[in-house]
């Protein structure tokens, strides 16, 4: 059983660019987020989709968004590259409802803005 | 959802017993305590989440005191490869609908 698998792992952009990273969540589950962690910081919640919708946004701009497909599967697109962009993304996936659910994590996207 | 607060660093030696304490004084009835661990570079772990009662599975127990204000996260024998960020969430829903809030954890360095 895959788990959450994310690609690419690293990449490297210049400001500016719009970047594109994706997400297939663990099997059998319907809720993707996405979380951005900057060196030394914990991840901070980005948004969440689940039924092809965005149903929770953090403080996040407009320059990020993102999409959820049938199979579930997400993309997370952020546009007008900064500097301050470069960080590790995280998809995490997990059923929307049931009580005591645990979220899991993927690897990540190494994003690098220069 | 409640705030959390944890040391911001540990030291345990190889073998013993790791526990990593987490104050969470206004947590609400339905909110549970969940922690993840984040090693270097790596996306972060699931590691084991409680209600009201202790709970225990094959990585770790969770104690979580009868006024729900704190919780324990222990590690049994701990190896060097527990060194990492751990962190203690609080979440409004058992449920996936709501997204984690990270603070900065406690970095769990084990010594040999």
């Known amino acids: 059983d895959a788990g959450v698998t994310q690609s690419p792992t690293h990449l490297i952009k210049t400001r500016g660019q719009q970047v594109t990273l994706r997400c297939s969540p663990k099997?059998?589950?319907?809720?993707v987020s996405w979380y951005q962690q900057a060196l030394g910081q914990g991840p901070q919640f980005i948004f969440q989709y689940y039924e092809e919708e965005e149903r929770q946004r953090g403080n996040f701009p407009d320059r990020f968004s993102g999409h959820q497909f049938p199979n579930y599967s997400s993309e997370l697109n952020v546009n007008a590259l900064l500097l301050g962009d470069s960080a590790l993304y995280l998809c995490a996936s997990s059923f929307q409802t049931s009580s005591g659910n645990t979220i899991y994590f993927g690897e990540g996207s190494w994003l690098t803005v220069v | 959802d409640a705030k959390t607060t944890q040391p911001p660093s540990m030291d345990c030696a190889e073998g013993r017993a790791a526990n990593l304490p987490c104050n969470h004084s206004t947590i609400s009835g339905n909110e549970y305590v969940y922690w993840y661990r984040q090693i270097h570079s790596q996306g972060p772990q699931y590691i084991i989440h409680?209600?009201?009662n202790n709970e225990t599975n094959e990585m770790a127990s969770l104690i979580i005191t009868e006024d729900r204000k704190s919780s324990t996260l222990i590690l049994p024998h701990a190896t060097l490869r527990d060194t990492a960020v751990y962190y203690c969430?609080?979440?409004?829903?058992?449920?996936?609908?709501?997204?984690?809030?990270f603070g900065k954890g406690t970095h769990l360095i084990i010594q040999p």
């Open positions: 099997s059998g589950h319907d809720t």
């Open positions: 969430i609080v979440k409004r829903s058992g449920g996936g609908a709501d997204g984690l809030t």
């Open positions: 409680g209600l009201k």
